[in-house]
């Protein structure tokens, strides 16, 4: 039987593929530049195989958010992960199984701008972090206790120093969200 062949084009488990789509149309947004910015964090990351990146509205994050996650309304990003990162440890896909399908980051740029002001600060900067901060929920990060919040917390921000400004973060990026 003949390796199983991979829709988006990752034929071998030495590459990536980010496949993105922004499916919206609120808020104008450069989908293939946030896409390589995931494929440079999933580099970064020593992982290979598929992600997808999709972009939408306020409509269509609230019923995930409400599907998957049990809460009401609208949300900035929602990351599902697909093959358990448990069982394929960085780098270690074989040829026999074919690519890794990573997962899906779903991001709502309405969502994001409205935050921006108030936490990354730009909408550049908020699209950045929440680019990387849901391929990093895909690869197993989290932040729901403080020890694994300050670990994915300074991961993010090494990524996007390395990917997204190149250098330091700018005087008031901030991480966290402030309360209203």
Do not use: Y
């Not at 358990?84 to 199984?97: H, R, T």
């Not at 994001?112 to 391929?135: K, N, R, S, W």
């Not at 300050?150 to 969200?177: C, D, I, K, N, Y």
Request: charged share 25%; glycine share 8%.
């Amino acid at each position: 039987m003949a390796d199983p062949v991979s829709p988006t084009g990752v034929d071998t488990p030495t590459e990536v593929s980010v496949v993105t789509s922004d499916e919206q149309t609120d808020v104008e947004v450069d989908a293939d530049r946030w896409g390589r910015l995931a494929v440079e964090a999933l580099r970064s990351e020593r992982r290979t195989g598929e992600l997808t990146l999709t972009f939408v509205d306020c409509d269509e994050i609230s019923l995930l958010n409400t599907e998957h996650m049990g809460k009401t309304g609208p949300t900035d990003v929602l990351s599902f992960p697909l093959d358990a990162c448990d069982d394929v440890e960085a780098g270690s896909a074989s040829p026999e199984v074919g690519p890794v399908l990573l997962g899906d980051v779903v991001i709502c740029p309405s969502v994001a701008a409205e935050a921006a002001p108030g936490h990354a600060g730009t909408l550049d900067d908020e699209l950045a972090l929440l680019t990387v901060h849901g391929v990093l929920h895909v690869l197993g990060h989290d932040h729901l206790g403080p020890t694994d919040s300050a670990r994915m917390r300074r991961r993010e921000l090494e990524l996007l120093e390395a990917h997204h400004w190149s250098g330091p973060a700018p005087t008031g990026f901030v991480q966290e969200q402030r309360a209203p």
